[in-house]
């Protein structure tokens, strides 16, 4: 067959692994001039390795990417140090990064019959497997009820109006939350030489296999062909397709795929996500002694988290630089998707200061912001009706987008799960079609 992948990030990649790997011929068209995604990173001229553009990590549990690195045999660069995790608390950060730790903070903060309940919660949600019983309550009303309003509103509350702020933080349901609780772990992973080393080493065996990666090559259309197949339409080329995978937004699929029903365009045009806004600092020396900290919004801060990837990542890598990221969820209309890096960067600082009183703005060497409309998917009650399907009503039309691996969260392990599952799909579709 002769395929068309929309995206370069790793759902695209992945498939087009598997579909080369079977003798397919694939091409891969990616907006941008690099493959990875939001999982894409940057390097300056005097680093060693690139960071991501938007933090990301891997777990212990994330069976699709990492046995997706042992079949290539790359195992031995999966990095699983362990980085110390903060949270705040009236003014004050308390290390958190096991369980150790984090009794003694409960143990300050908390009564007994708290730590008891938030206990007997985290156990219960971490070896029960029925998530759908969840997804008819929103997370706030279900952990209030079984926690409590003390630890609901110094724990989860922060967690949910961060991800999704004041607007949608009452709206995400249970089952979003109970896959964070059951699938995670503390240790927290990478690979060596950053994600895009990694994304790159894909790109790399997919081309050996015979794929075809176009960078810089944005898709403006989708459309049935006459005689049968697709055809995709790019700034510079029309091509016919057997079939066509594609992995963008829910919004860019219903825009570029005019021939889709419109039931099925309009489920993708109700999905709702989170934009991310992220900055990232160069510094002449460490500002903390933790990781990642995180910020509950009362507290005043001018981001959502601060996380210093040099108190995870040696700074030789990068050159004796101290990374520190500033990022946050947000709504695409809000004003931090308009502003400049330098006007941005004068909101942050005085947030910055907050961590280090020492802090002054001559420790900056550079800083680059990232930002994307398209980072964290908004899971409502019973969101599972929502999500439509990775066969698309068009025949030899694919999607899949971090919106449907619900009710799992957004990230690489499962981007590749699903590209290596529609790949699949294509195939046993083919097959069938040709039995």
Known sequence: MNIAIIGAGPAGLAAAYDLTKANHRVTIFEAVPQVGGLAAGFKAPHWQWSVEKFYHHWFQSDKAILGLIDELGWSDQVLFPRPITALYHKG?????????????????????????????????????????????????????????????????????????????????????????????????????????????KLADVVKKQGGEIRLHCAVNGIKKNPNGGLTVESASTTEPFDAVISTSSPA?????????????????????????????????????????????????????????????????????????????????????????????????????????????????????????????????????RNIPPLRTPVKGLYFASMSQVYPWDRGTNFAVEIGRNVARMVMDDARNSAA
């Open 252 to 384: 860019l699929m219903a825009q570029i795929t005019p021939d889709l029903p419109a039931e099925y365009a309009d489920k993708l045009r109700a999905l709702k996500s989170m934009g991310a806004v992220v900055m990232v600092l160069a510094l002449d020396r460490q500002l903390t002694k933790f990781y990642w900290h995180n910020l509950p919004k009362e507290a005043g801060f001018p981001f959502l988290s601060l996380v210093e990837h040099t108190n995870y990542m040696k700074p030789e890598y990068y050159g004796g630089d101290h990374l520190v990221y500033c990022g946050d969820y947000l709504d695409p209309s809000h004003e931090y998707f308009r502003l400049s890096k330098e006007e941005l960067l004068e909101r942050f600082l005085p947030g910055i200061k907050r961590f280090n009183p020492d802090f002054d703005r001559s420790w900056v060497k550079d800083y680059w912001l990232f930002k994307a409309n398209y980072a964290q998917p908004i899971p409502p009650v019973n969101h599972s």
């Open 92 to 200: 004050k950060f308390y290390p958190s990064d096991s369980y150790l730790t984090a009794l003694k903070f409960f143990t300050l903060h908390y009564l007994p019959w708290d730590m008891v309940r938030f206990g007997l919660v985290g156990t219960y949600l971490r070896n029960t497997q029925d998530w759908k019983r969840f997804e008819k309550y929103t997370a706030a009303e279900w952990m209030e009820r079984w926690c409590g309003s003390r630890i609901y509103e110094g724990i989860w509350k922060p967690l949910l109006v961060g991800k999704f702020g004041e607007e949608y933080a009452k709206q995400v349901n249970m089952a979003w939350l109970w896959a964070r609780l059951h699938s995670r772990t503390t240790r927290l992973g990478t690979f060596a030489g950053g994600f895009q080393a990694f994304m790159d």
